[in-house]
């Protein structure tokens, strides 16, 4: 695998966890309503502020558990919990996904929760990543399986610099592109065509669970 194949897997992996509908949406939608654009790039860089050092603990926890461990049996019992793990969130995420219902009016629907603090994007955008169970839930699961990938091939700083470059940018793009529709009136979440996304990306993703877990069973 080289830097190409690793920021394609990352991103699509990437996906599945930045366009799923969470409180940060919801409350970069709020937000954008009353700052547009401006408010995705402060919600995404409250986001940015909270994950960075997540991922850099990830990688070192990683890292110092492959450098004690000599049996490479316990790295791969550790990719099949980890491929169960995905199954298991993926299942989730469909079940959530069908159950939820197109919400129309979402910005005067929701405001009356956020309208103190939804001038403040930059502090909601850390707030609803520290306390969000998806947010801790995606990365000790698909992104513990980017972390994993990242080391052998990059090391421990390059890797962890790359895999969350080739992350971040997804969270920028997303969130500013959804307030500004959202400021320019355009529907985002109440659309057939956007769940029909998340189901066809948590579908893959239960498949690469799947292989994830056959290929580790098969090397222990």
């Not at 970069?28 to 547009?36: A, D, H, P």
């Not at 050092?53 to 099949?80: C, E, K, M, R």
């Not at 995905?86 to 989730?92: D, G, H, K, M, Y």
Request: net charge positive; proline share 3%; hydrophobic share 50%.
């Amino acid at each position: 695998m080289n830097v190409l194949d690793f920021a394609g897997e990352v991103v699509f992996l990437s996906a599945s966890g930045v366009l799923s509908p969470g409180p940060l949406f919801l409350a970069n939608l709020i937000c954008g309503t009353k700052q547009g654009y401006r408010a995705g790039l402060k919600t995404a860089t409250g986001h940015a502020i909270i994950e960075f050092p997540l991922v850099i603990i990830l990688t070192i926890s990683f890292f110092q558990l492959a450098n004690t461990s000599t049996d490479t049996y316990n790295l791969n019992l550790l990719g099949v919990f980890g491929g169960i793990s995905i199954i298991i969130f993926s299942i989730i995420q469909i079940t959530n996904t069908t159950r939820r219902k197109a919400q129309k009016n979402l910005s005067n629907s929701g405001d009356h929760r956020f309208s103190s603090i939804a001038d403040k994007p930059l502090l909601l955008g850390m707030v609803f990543t520290a306390l969000n169970p998806f947010f801790i839930a995606w990365w000790l699961t698909i992104g513990l399986k980017l972390v994993s990938d990242s080391i052998p091939l990059f090391g421990v700083t390059t890797g962890g610099f790359l895999l969350f470059s080739f992350h971040i940018w997804m969270d920028y793009v997303w969130l500013i592109l959804t307030a500004y529709l959202i400021f320019k009136g355009v529907a985002i979440i109440n659309t057939k065509y956007y769940y029909l996304l998340l189901m066809g990306l948590n579908i893959i993703l239960s498949f690469y669970g799947i292989y994830m877990v056959v290929s580790s069973i098969s090397l222990i």
